[in-house]
């Protein structure tokens, strides 16, 4: 093989290279086109039917508003009032049952039939058609954002129209839970993280290990005994009581992340700090933190997305002090 | 702040490590005490206060967010007023101290608090000794979540290994790196309540003879066979289609992080396997996979951990039946549901130490890595 190489003349080799790089170009470029069309399709499907009429999404698929072929109806056709639908029934070259014409059968000469009205005997004729489904409305957004409108008659016959809640007041608190929750254990995290990896102090190396080893500690143990805290504290159902279980439950990972980066920030850097006659804390607010931004901000959009999305810890401590009887 | 610069050249005149400059750590002093009060007022006005929404959203971000900085700062300026030698020795507590107070009451104690429930009988009220855990290892319904857990453990980690690695890869040699990579990391900002709905999209189950709209039915009838209900009919297999929805959810997080691995790998590195005639495959698997094993190894670790904890995605896609049952689910069927805090404290110690092996092993990497 290498013989042959190197005798080949320069230029027909790197046109050869060229070609070989664009069919490896289109390969990798198509299966990653695939892979990422697997990984959008379920959003793709909700977001069309956001868009849909609530009858159409519990009657069709999301993907009828591509062009599809259907059967369309496009006449009708009435059999004698007296067919005895116990009896197969013939309709011009074809004999069919009662069943089949709930379901629609086919005929012979390509066309569908299905009842209309069975007891009036009349028969939809349908074929299929090139069609899509496209009755899109912006009622679900709207109902969303502005809050549903409820009309119902009340019992001396007045008809009284309620609006429901909007979204702000969810979209607000969900703001206002999950900044802090974001930016409280990434402080926390960093003070300790720097504690752990520059300073020296008893019991740091155990300290750390149970740090980490609480990584693994499901979240569920530890609500009921919080909540059982923060009933006597009067903590629950407060913003306060919300944060600081976030930021707990958050800290093992914040705290290890944060420390592997931490403490492979170049040793010089900090010594020439603290010649320079620089405090812990000024070290730690000039220089670790700027310098550690990119694991700080990594860090914070996943912790975010996990307060943001969060149910569970928001469902159990958020209940408002005033319905709460624990 | 004014005040501050006022004490410093008091603290200048007197002998350094013989003379305690009392007026600063007074003044440090009435700072904390003040930074604490305020704090205090701002709780009590947020708890009980009835301002705008906007107002209080507004006021609560900002009270919060800086409350943590003040204190802080107002700590560490009570410290620094101590002479050198007490300063050292308090200082790292000031640092790791209140992260060491957070972890101790959200999760040291009440496992402390879990593992002391677990020796006693249903509401607390004797001790039974190791009966409850007898009980999770013979009972038939916690022997098939460990089984699930297994599954889940198995396929849930494979998969989103396999494909983060995968697209980390092919996107790493892709003009369309950036959009692949969002599409592939869009799933992660998707709550799991989110990604129920969407999957029941995929998931959804009508009889045979009916319009399907379900994804998955729908080209299963399009292609001539008979629809299937995934999620409760297909037992086991039914487990296999909610990891499904796990792994769509994690790949990115696995992703992420195998492709800032990919990227520290030295092109020299590469270019030179290739000079010396080393196929694609041989690349791949002598010199890339080696370059990041400490990144397969931490990924691994962590959703490992992640699928031994699941718990959301089987409560939102089947509640637990369907024989879907996990141990997480399990804890909270026993502890919330049929109020046998004994046994659903056991059943989360089990879940504990099933997870401590995997950590033994991480740390054992990290020291490795001369972290310490």
């Not at chain 1, 042959?4 to 790197?14: E, G, L």
């Not at chain 2, 959203?57 to 919060?64: E, K, M, N, R, Y």
Request: proline fraction near 5%; charge should be positive.
């Amino acid at each position: 093989m290498s013989a042959q190489s190197v005798s080949m003349p320069i230029s027909s080799a790197k046109a050869s290279a060229r070609r070989r790089n664009r069919i490896s170009a289109i390969i990798i470029n198509s299966v990653l086109a695939l892979i990422c069309l697997a990984w959008t399709i379920p959003t793709v499907g909700l977001l069309v039917a956001s868009f849909r009429p609530r009858d159409n999404i519990l009657t069709s698929g999301w993907w009828a508003i591509l062009p599809h072929r259907a059967y369309i109806t496009v006449g009708a056709t009435s059999l004698p009032r007296d067919t005895d639908l116990s009896q197969p029934i013939k309709i011009d070259n074809d004999t069919v049952t009662d069943q089949q014409l709930r379901d629609g059968v086919t005929l012979s000469d390509g066309r569908r039939v299905q009842w209309n009205s069975r007891r009036g005997r009349t028969l939809n004729v349908q074929q299929p058609q090139w069609t899509s489904d496209t009755s899109f409305t912006l009622e679900n957004y709207q109902s969303v954002l502005t809050g549903q409108k409820y009309t119902y008659t009340l019992p001396d016959g007045t008809v009284k129209t309620d609006q429901g809640e909007d979204l702000s007041g969810a979209f607000l608190n969900s703001l206002t839970v999950a900044v802090p929750a974001t930016v409280i254990p990434i402080l926390v995290a960093a003070f300790a993280a720097y504690g752990f990896a520059w300073m020296r102090f008893p019991g740091r190396k155990l300290l750390f290990t149970i740090v980490v080893a609480l990584l693994v500690v499901p979240l569920q143990i530890a609500l009921i005994p919080i909540l059982r805290d923060y009933v006597s504290l009067g903590l629950n159902g407060t913003f306060l009581g919300v944060w600081l279980a976030h930021a707990g439950f958050g800290l093992p990972l914040a705290t290890y992340l944060l420390f592997n980066y931490i403490s492979e920030l170049p040793r010089d850097i900090l010594e020439s700090a603290f010649i320079d006659g620089a405090s812990p804390f000024t070290t730690f607010t000039r220089l670790i933190l700027p310098l550690s931004m990119p694991a700080l901000a990594a860090f914070a959009i996943f912790q975010f997305l996990w307060v943001w999305n969060d149910y569970l810890v928001a469902l159990i401590l958020s209940v408002a002090r005033r319905r709460c009887r624990c | 702040m004014a005040r501050s610069t006022g004490i410093q050249p008091q603290r200048g005149a007197a002998v350094p490590g013989e003379n305690v400059a009392y007026g600063k750590i007074a003044v440090a002093v009435v700072a904390l005490a003040a930074t604490l009060a305020l704090l205090w007022g701002g709780f009590l006005l947020l708890r009980d206060g009835n301002m705008p929404k906007l107002v209080t959203a507004l006021f609560a971000i900002v009270w919060g967010v800086g409350g943590v900085a003040a204190l802080f700062f107002s700590a560490n300026y009570l410290v620094e007023a101590f002479p050198d030698a007490a300063r050292r020795v308090i200082q790292p507590y000031i640092f790791v101290g209140p992260g060491l107070l957070l972890l101790g009451w959200f999760l040291f104690i009440p496992v402390l608090r879990t593992l002391y429930l677990s020796f006693l009988n249903a509401d607390s009220t004797r001790f039974v000794g190791l009966e409850n855990f007898i009980f999770t290892f013979t009972d038939r319904a916690m022997l098939e979540s460990y089984r699930n857990n297994l599954i889940w453990m198995i396929f849930g980690t494979i998969g989103c290994v396999v494909f983060g690695l995968l697209i980390a890869i092919l996107a790493d040699r892709s003009k369309f790196e950036t959009v692949a990579k969002a599409l592939i990391f869009m799933p992660m900002a998707i709550s799991f309540v989110g990604a129920g709905v969407i999957w029941r999209f995929i998931y959804y189950y009508s009889p045979p003879g009916q319009p399907q709209i379900g994804l998955l039915n729908a080209i299963i009838v399009g292609m001539g066979g008979d629809p299937q209900a995934w999620t409760s009919q297909l037992q086991p297999w039914n487990n296999l289609f909610l990891v499904a929805i796990m792994i769509w959810l994690q790949t990115g997080f696995a992703m992420v992080l195998f492709s800032s691995a990919i990227k520290g790998i030295p092109v020299d590195t590469i270019e030179a396997g290739r000079v010396d005639g080393a196929t694609e495959i041989q690349i791949f698997f002598r010199i890339m996979i080696p370059a990041i094993q400490s990144t397969i190894i931490t990924v691994t670790t962590t959703i490992v951990i992640f699928t031994l904890k699941i718990f959301d995605v089987v409560i939102v896609m089947t509640g637990g039946q369907f024989g879907t049952e996990v141990i997480a689910t399990q804890f909270f069927r026993q502890f919330f549901i049929n109020r046998n805090f004994g046994v659903g404290a056991a059943i989360a110690i089990v879940l504990l130490i099933l997870v401590v092996p995997v950590m033994v092993y991480n740390l054992q990497q990290l020291d490795k890595q001369e972290a310490f």
